[in-house]
């Protein structure tokens, strides 16, 4: 069995998660799909898919004051967009991620949700939902 | 056909690789699945899973000696469970990895072996197979 | 349906990107699948596949000067054929790539191409597209 469905949602900011583990779940019901695997993926350049913490907000915090410091947008990027940071943080975070599903729920490790990670907000956003079974 | 498997271990230091290639074939035998696709996840948020060399020990010394000298536990985070370089690893690293299985066999590189890639250890931990065929 | 098939080439630097998106769709087609799951996996441990912009080549450019600007071929580095700065990145950028197939073709997002990332050529490199459907 193939199921597919997009989510759509707008970002806030040039760089957060957008927690979309409620949508991806919603997509597994309507898929009537009981067991098999879930692939969440993003369908831009500058934002990325990836588990991460659900608890507290301060990792979200310093993942970005991190990440951001590590690669700022340089002044010597020649794209003109001037997002080269972005697109570097999207290959580096990842297009998506795979999870299982059984009994008709996503398995996720207690701390775990899905984020969707905006690189370059504030953007409407748009993330495939492809499960097979 | 589907399958859906558990490997449980031990870490035994902060930051390590866990070579988890056996169990993960191990899995593909007992499923019985002869050709399909098998995804490797970490059931965690602060290691991650991912493919590397598997020859030469340095290869993982020099992997860990400068990933921790980009991201170390920097004194500004703010994560009171002082981890959220772990974090930020392990969305970089990413979550899980997608292998062939063909003819009951893992498709792998002649380099390549699986790897739980600690980053905040030494912890029980546990990863899901998932294969679907 | 299970089909699974390489796509072989060469690179012809030390770091840059390969366009394989072509090579993947032409598999699509010789599978007969039109509706399911394609993952595209390196089989190598110092190139990765990822996708990211498809227009302009200053992203690739600045892609992989801020990239190897933070990760440089250390002196440091034991790994005695010297590549372990490739080792690190393959890991980081990820080792595959997982994209809903429908009616028969890729999905896609307006900007994204599937690229080989190459990161200690030029070599001849090798890349397996697994499709379930």
Redesign the interface.
């Known amino acids: 069995m193939?199921y597919?469905s997009e989510v759509l949602f707008k970002s806030l900011k040039r760089t957060h998660w957008v927690d979309i583990t409620s949508d991806v779940q919603q997509s597994i019901q309507q898929s009537a799909i009981e067991?098999?695997?879930c692939?969440i993926?993003?369908?831009?350049?500058t934002g990325?898919v990836?588990?991460?913490?659900n608890a507290?907000p301060?990792?979200e915090?310093?993942?970005f004051?991190?990440?951001n410091e590590?690669?700022p947008q340089?002044k010597?990027?020649?794209?003109?967009?001037g997002n080269?940071?972005s697109?570097?943080k999207?290959?580096?975070?990842?297009?998506?991620?795979?999870?299982?599903v059984?009994n008709g729920h996503l398995?996720?490790?207690?701390?775990?949700s899905v984020y969707f990670?905006e690189f370059d907000g504030p953007r409407n956003r748009?993330v495939?939902v492809?499960i097979?079974?």
Chains 1, 2, 3 share one sequence.
């Open positions: 193939f597919y067991n098999g695997l692939t993926s993003s369908l831009h350049t990325s990836t588990l991460n913490e507290d301060d990792v915090a310093d993942f004051k991190k990440l590590l690669i340089e010597y990027f020649r794209h003109s967009e080269s940071d697109h570097l999207t290959s580096l975070v990842g297009l998506s991620v795979q999870l299982p059984r398995v996720l490790g207690t701390w775990q990670c748009k495939s492809t097979i079974g």
